[in-house]
């Protein structure tokens, strides 16, 4: 079974702080996606990597970057947490290609205060 | 830019009784996939079904079935019979073949809630 695991579920952290959230695929996946879920918006693009050190900006870029040092890994880092960025955080990975479906980690329920 | 509409926030249905749910996507890319996942309470989401724009024929994946109105640009999942297990958020999402990315765009989904 394909497997996307992320580091925390639960994550509360003050404003300011650097946060981390991990991200793990087993497939070999080529693609590796961070989305950020909020209620009546739905699922927005954050960034993607489709190869180790490669990452492109989705929708919502600002205040996150990433990182993807090996194939499996997928890292995004708010450098500097702000309140508006309490959130779920979902990671996803798939393989490259028009008719490949994602699979979505367990999200981190990431709190601000 | 590609967009997905899902005009539904909240349905419901009885128990054993079929449901659609809507969406409609807006691409001037000739080749693209669509997709529906659901999110269930737990929070993770599951991929249900796929539909090509190439496709004949409405993609079925068990009790999902895809309608699929190529000229409208309309994708609406189709549950038949429904379960209380059935009860979760449903995501349509759409990936335009240009560009080589295949990035999906998602709609921001609709609340299924199935009475017994």
């Known amino acids: 079974d394909v497997k996307v695991t992320q580091s925390s579920r639960y994550l509360v952290k003050r404003t300011g702080e650097k946060v981390f959230l991990e991200c793990v695929q087993d497939?070999?996946?080529?693609?590796m996606f961070w989305y950020r879920q909020d209620p009546g918006l739905g699922l927005r693009l954050i960034y993607f990597s489709y190869d180790v050190k490669m990452k492109e900006k989705g929708d919502i870029p600002e205040g996150y970057s990433v990182s993807r040092e090996k194939k499996e890994r997928f890292s995004l880092i708010l450098e500097s947490a702000s309140t508006n960025q309490t959130s779920m955080y979902l990671c996803?990975?798939?393989?490259?290609?028009?008719?490949?479906?994602?699979?979505f980690g367990p999200g981190t329920r990431l709190t601000v205060t | 830019a590609q967009k997905i509409t899902q005009t539904q926030p909240g349905m419901f249905v009885q128990e054993k009784e079929a449901v659609t749910l809507d969406c409609t996507y807006d691409?001037?890319?000739?080749?693209?996939?669509l997709f529906w996942y659901k999110q269930p309470s737990s929070g993770e989401m599951i991929f249900l079904i796929y539909q090509g724009s190439y496709d004949q024929q409405n993609a079925t994946e068990g009790r999902y079935s895809l309608n699929f109105q190529k000229a409208r640009k309309s994708a609406n999942l189709v549950i038949s019979a429904s379960q209380l297990g059935d009860s979760a958020m449903y995501f349509c999402?759409?990936?335009?073949?240009?560009?080589?990315?295949?990035?999906?765009?998602f709609g921001r989904g609709t609340s299924l809630i199935v009475h017994p």
């Open positions: 691409t001037s890319d000739p080749s693209y996939g």
């Open positions: 996803a990975s798939s393989l490259m290609g028009l008719n490949y479906e994602q699979y």
């Open positions: 999402a759409m990936s335009p073949a240009s560009g080589g990315s295949y990035i999906p765009t």
């Open positions: 497939m070999d996946h080529e693609n």
